[in-house]
């Protein structure tokens, strides 16, 4: 799949970053402010190919060490290895986590600080089981639940509402 063909409409969808079932959706505090995250967890079946949420700038990347527990785990999102990416387009930004799992060890991102990156687009992958967290803010509206099957970079699981 090639990223999508960017049009007016998009800047105002939210993509799914990986091609799997949801696992989680919910609400969060982060730095005193309300945030939502979807999470996406990949088995060693899927495909693992991570793409650009929404388009924009990448604005913040971040890799920490830290442990290899099951990613389906929710403490799996602040303690495992993982590359978090910050996207700012269109007035909003969004923070996507590429989280490596029990048996994935190697998370590689294809994009560099600065670079402009289309919704839809590759930007990387995990090799094995692994975990993709999308977290955006208030100004969007959640549109799937756990359990729904997403395609990664073609279908939106969220959608802007102050646009």
């Given at each position: 799949?090639?990223?999508?063909?960017?049009?007016?409409?998009?800047?105002?969808?939210?993509?799914?970053?990986?091609?799997?079932?949801?696992?989680?959706?919910?609400?969060?505090?982060?730095?005193?402010?309300?945030?939502?995250r979807?999470s996406?967890?990949?088995?060693?079946?899927?495909?693992?190919?991570?793409?650009?949420?929404?388009?924009?700038?990448i604005?913040?990347?971040?890799?920490?060490?830290?442990?290899?527990?099951?990613?389906?785990?929710?403490?799996?999102?602040?303690?495992?290895?993982?590359?978090?990416?910050?996207?700012?387009?269109?007035?909003?930004?969004?923070?996507?986590?590429?989280?490596?799992?029990?048996?994935?060890?190697?998370?590689?991102?294809?994009?560099?600080?600065?670079?402009?990156?289309?919704?839809?687009?590759?930007?990387?992958?995990?090799?094995f089981?692994?975990?993709?967290?999308?977290?955006?803010?208030?100004?969007?509206?959640?549109?799937?639940?756990?359990?729904?099957?997403?395609?990664?970079?073609?279908?939106?699981?969220?959608?802007?509402v102050?646009?």
């Amino acid at each position: 799949m090639i990223a999508l063909k960017q049009n007016r409409y998009m800047k105002n969808l939210l993509f799914s970053a990986a091609p799997v079932r949801v696992s989680r959706t919910g609400m969060f505090e982060m730095f005193s402010a309300s945030r939502t995250r979807v999470s996406i967890f990949l088995n060693i079946f899927d495909v693992h190919v991570n793409r650009a949420p929404i388009a924009g700038r990448i604005a913040e990347v971040q890799y920490h060490k830290g442990r290899f527990l099951i990613a389906s785990k929710e403490e799996a999102s602040a303690q495992n290895e993982q590359n978090t990416v910050t996207v700012d387009g269109d007035g909003t930004r969004v923070v996507f986590s590429q989280i490596a799992g029990l048996i994935a060890r190697r998370i590689v991102f294809n994009k560099k600080l600065g670079d402009r990156v289309a919704a839809g687009e590759r930007i990387g992958l995990i090799k094995f089981g692994s975990r993709v967290d999308v977290e955006f803010g208030p100004e969007w509206e959640i549109l799937v639940r756990p359990g729904i099957r997403v395609a990664g970079g073609s279908s939106v699981i969220a959608r802007r509402v102050d646009a």
